[in-house]
């Protein structure tokens, strides 16, 4: 197993490192973004939408990919220079970060974090360095030190954690030698492969403080539907009618979100609720991804084709 190798993040701003365990009331935070984001707020379908962009000064393309229970977000955005860097949002301010080792088209992004201001994300070398562009994966510390975790397996193409619970716990996937998809789980330092069966690859989209995981695998024949794991036992998430499932985010009461794929072709964005599924679409956009939902039931996302981040805060 590779070693594990610490770097400091680069950033503009940085958070207190104090851990924080209010929890900011629905009002509270939507108010904050509307100042940090300049942004209006649109209401469909019990939610309130909340446009969520990095300063334009820093870039654009932002995606929401994260948040945990005391209102921070995390993603990525593409920088003026065309640069993939990740950002984390606290306290009505963006901390930009990136490893300065990586190379520009994919230097940091950020994909979840959990109540400890712990957040997860990956990088890839510059072509120098790294012919084959191998997607490494990357912890981020509440202090800021970064560091780079071992690829899930030797040999492996990709390695893309995709979600981190309270335990530290992290799931995702990763490409092997064969570029076939696994997913994996990541606890005390030891990975467990884990193939849905039956299925042709598999991907770990999401866990939450109780270990559930959600996920997304593709059959024989090609066709991809989500699920979740716990306990070993799996239970299938498909969307009425549509041709495409894939779950991304759930929180303690086991609230899912993700996007679906209609019979048009159109990506939605979709809530599942004690057994009931809902489209949660932010209003005139052309698709839309739901990420990540946190146990107040606030979601991230985006819309327009990962071309701008959403916050949906629940009325």
Known sequence: MKQAITVIVMGIFFCSCSKNNSVPDKDELLAEEKT?????????????????????EWGD?????????????????????????????????????????????YRGGLTDINDESVSIGGFVYPKNIDQNQVTHSFQRSAAGIITILPDAAPGALLTEALGVNNSGTIVGFYHDQNSSRHGFI?????YTTYDKPGAARTLLMGINNQGKIVGFY?????????????????????????????????NKTGQIVGEYIDNAGITHGFILENGRYRTLDFPGSF????????????????????????IAIPD
């Not at 940090?36 to 334009?56: C, I, R």
């Not at 990541?186 to 030891?190: A, Q």
């Open 61 to 105: 393309n932002t995606t929401a990919y994260g948040n945990n229970n005391s209102g921070k977000i995390v993603g990525n955005y593409v920088t003026k220079n065309q640069e993939v860097h990740g950002f984390i949002f606290a306290d009505g301010q963006f901390t930009d970060v990136f490893l300065p080792e990586a190379g520009k088209d």
């Open 186 to 190: 990541f606890c005390n330092g030891i």
């Open 218 to 250: 593709r059959d024989a024949n090609g066709i991809g539907q989500g699920f979740t794991l716990f306990n070993g036992i799996t239970e299938e998430i498909v969307y009425p009618g549509a041709t495409e499932t894939r779950p991304h985010g759930i």
């Open 36 to 56: 940090s984001t300049s942004s209006l707020s649109k209401s469909k379908n019990g939610y309130e939408f909340q446009v969520f962009d990095v300063p334009a």
């Open 287 to 310: 698709d839309t991804a739901l990420l990540a939902i946190n146990d107040d039931g606030i979601i991230a996302g985006t819309y327009n084709g990962f071309s701008r981040g959403l």
